[in-house]
């Protein structure tokens, strides 16, 4: 998709004026859900360490596992695809499409496919393409990217979806305007029902690559994602690298983290794990199974300063929790993902240069580090994110030269304190009684919202001598 | 080609220049032919109470029964319950293949149609930690059997009730024809909660989900 996270503070700006998003986005209701599951389980702490200490453990034998990985695949009759880009992968994805003969294709949700723009090479390449997550297929009738990477459509509100539905289901007989929940999802039901059938190829993410027995995971609540993959004749796994595990009782330490993490369940509805194609027997199942696993820069963070990144297992709490998400929400990120997590993935996959605004637009309170389950430091690598900016020139005129100005003072004391003293003690005499500033040169940005509250007329050194002096 | 180029870079990342020597992976492979058991959530509960308060909570119905006719009343009297026609699609494995239907239920076997409104298949295991019952894919029992009508019956043995997880793991690993092309671990019906957050049942699975714990010492 064509990003748009160099406009994030445009971005940021119409969406918090944009009442029906503000409407949709006052529901979120994932963070009390997680929080009662993950009180009531008290060995969380424990698995977390766990969780991280195997994913560590797996990358630090990436390859391996992943040849292990592609060799069960293969043992039991499915094929293994290594793309290094995202034209690689969507190319693969389009070859093999082609070379089955399938037109109409169906999708269970995949962030790895969005990431590599398998929507648009479908389309380029005229293939029907239906969506089956209730929220993708939303935002498919929408024609908008997913908000949120496990609640897609979370930006809609009802009376959104149900004027989508009745433009876009007129033609399957549906006259009738669905306005409650329970309509809504019997009414997606029975349209997306057929399309279940008459589709020649099924395409769905994977949350886990198993190396053991080299089964697909995927995890949903819906159930499309198993008729994406059972139905038709063609079932293709698009997935990072990084998304392999070693065995299945390593699989059970994620499974134990993903859901609460995500929706606050302790089990999601369907966990699935696929091992090759339909065995000769068998009377239903894919009769081709493909893994399209990606790179995408991946590859080159291992062992570097966004390392931990790649233990990230897309689970949505640290967006869930982010006050700035919740504020704007996903489509102001201007690209695939967005929160925390989007903020250090997307410069990563896209450049500084498109989405350098994201990794600044943090508050660093760190709630996005405590929720993550696999323990990734997220303010730092944001904060990496400044640095490599700044070392790279992408950074503003103004805050380059304020950095310096202040990177002079901090390391001259005495000029330090002689200018703190008199800028404070001005700011002080200048605010007068009301203690606060309306307006204040530099510092318009700020002052343009709220007051800038008036320093209270010495600094921390002169406070400090003072209290010295007092104590002798 | 791109296989080659990926293994290369992740090699270069690690600080390597070609594959792990071979005692490194030796180690490896010993660790996947015997994976190492981690934390699993404590609980106190036998099993079986267990698992039944489980699938409660996550919206699945239980029930308990003796296997054959017993699972034929059972599934008698949740239509009857639900008003439900007498008209069911069912597996062909250990647990349901003998069941003595009446002569009144219209049965099919194998793959549902689309129309077919309740199925009834029988488990491999349930785990009680979650609610979970766990079915796979075979000639006996295809897949769609789990996903397709809108009201699925499961029957799972009380002796194949186990604790956590990693017990149907184990289990799995001793099968003699390996994984099949499909487990499906199933922890209540479908839902969604994709509009405003409502939790809304049946989205594109089963609306319902009933177990019937088949115990033939009851």
């Known amino acids: ?472 | 080609m791109s296989k080659h180029d990926i293994l290369s870079r992740i090699r270069t990342s690690l600080n390597r220049n070609g594959p792990l020597p071979n005692g490194v992976s030796a180690g490896l492979r010993a660790r996947l032919a015997t994976p190492a058991l981690h934390l699993r959530p404590a609980f106190s509960e036998q099993a079986v109470e267990r698992f039944v308060e489980k699938l409660q909570g996550v919206a699945g119905s239980v029930d308990h029964c003796k296997a054959g006719l017993g699972i034929a009343e059972a599934v008698q009297r949740y239509l009857d319950e639900r008003d439900l026609a007498q008209e069911i699609v069912v597996s062909t494995d250990e647990l349901i293949g003998d069941v003595p239907w009446s002569n009144q239920m219209r049965v099919k076997h194998g793959r549902p149609d689309p129309h077919d409104k309740t199925s009834v298949t029988g488990a491999f295991a349930a785990i009680a930690e979650t609610g979970t019952v766990v079915l796979l894919s075979s000639p006996e029992s295809p897949t769609t059997l789990n996903l397709l009508p809108e009201n699925h019956i499961v029957a799972v043995r009380r002796e194949h009730i186990v604790r956590h997880q990693e017990d149907v793991w184990r289990a799995l690993r001793q099968r003699p024809d390996g994984m099949p092309r499909t487990v499906n671990l199933i922890t209540g019906p479908s839902r969604t909660g994709d509009v405003e957050q409502v939790l809304q049942l049946g989205a594109h699975g089963p609306r319902q989900l009933h177990v019937l714990v088949v115990n033939d010492d009851a």
């Open chain 1, 1 to 472: 998709m064509k990003a748009t996270s160099s406009t994030f503070r445009q971005n940021s700006r119409e969406a918090l004026l944009d009442d029906d998003l503000q409407q949709a986005l006052s529901k979120m209701g994932f963070l009390g859900a997680r929080k009662r599951v993950v009180d009531a389980l008290p060995e969380w702490e424990e698995l977390r360490t766990t969780a991280r200490e195997i994913k560590e453990h797996t990358l630090a034998h990436l390859d391996f596992y992943l040849e292990e990985f592609e060799k069960n695949v293969r043992a039991n009759g499915g094929h293994v695809h290594w793309c290094s880009t995202p034209e690689d992968a969507s190319a693969t994805v389009l070859s093999i499409l082609k070379e089955a003969g399938a037109r109409k294709v169906i999708k269970g949700k995949s962030m790895a496919g969005e990431e590599v723009g398998i929507n648009e090479a479908l389309e380029a390449a005229a293939i029907d393409r239906l969506e089956t997550d209730l929220g993708e297929y939303i935002i498919q009738l929408a024609d908008e990217p997913p908000s949120h990477i496990i609640a897609p459509a979370i930006h809609k509100t009802k009376a959104q979806i149900t004027e989508l539905f009745h433009d876009h289901h007129q033609v399957h007989g549906k006259t009738e305007r669905v306005t409650e929940v329970a309509s809504i999802v019997n009414e997606a039901r029975e349209v997306l029902r057929d399309g279940f059938l008459a589709a020649d190829a099924g395409i769905t993410g994977g949350n886990f690559l198993v190396a053991e027995t080299g089964s697909v995971a995927l995890v949903t609540n819906e159930g499309n994602g198993d008729l994406t993959s059972t139905l038709p004749r063609v079932h293709i796994v698009t997935a990072g690298i990084e998304k392999v595990v070693p065995t299945l009782d390593d699989l059970s330490v994620y499974l134990r983290l993903l859901a609460r993490s995500a929706t606050g369940q302790e089990m999601s509805v369907y966990t699935t794990l696929t091992t090759g194609p339909r065995r000769a027997v068998d009377l239903d199942g894919a009769a081709e199974f493909h893994v399209v696993l990606i790179d995408n820069g991946r590859s080159q963070w291992l062992g570097n300063e966004f390392h931990e990144m790649l233990r990230c297992i897309r689970c949505g709490a640290c967006l869930n929790h982010c006050p700035v998400w919740n504020s704007v929400g996903g489509h102001a990120y201007g690209w695939v993902y967005s929160g925390p997590m989007g903020s250090v993935l997307t410069p990563l996959m896209i450049g500084l240069e498109e989405a350098g605004q994201l990794p600044n637009a943090c508050t660093m309170n760190g709630r996005c580090q405590s929720v993550c389950p696999m323990s990734i430091p997220l303010p730092s690598l944001m904060r990496r994110l400044r640095f490599r900016q700044h070392d790279q020139g992408l950074s503003g005129l103004g805050t380059r030269i304020a950095l310096a100005v202040w990177g002079f003072m901090a390391t001259q004391p005495r000029c330090y304190r002689l200018v703190t003293r008199v800028g404070i003690g001005l700011l002080g005499l200048l605010s007068g009684t009301r203690g606060r500033f309306r307006r204040l040169l530099f510092a318009e940005a700020w002052t343009e919202e709220r007051d800038f509250p008036a320093p209270a007329g010495e600094t921390f050194m002169g406070a400090w001598k003072k209290a010295a002096r007092g104590r002798k």
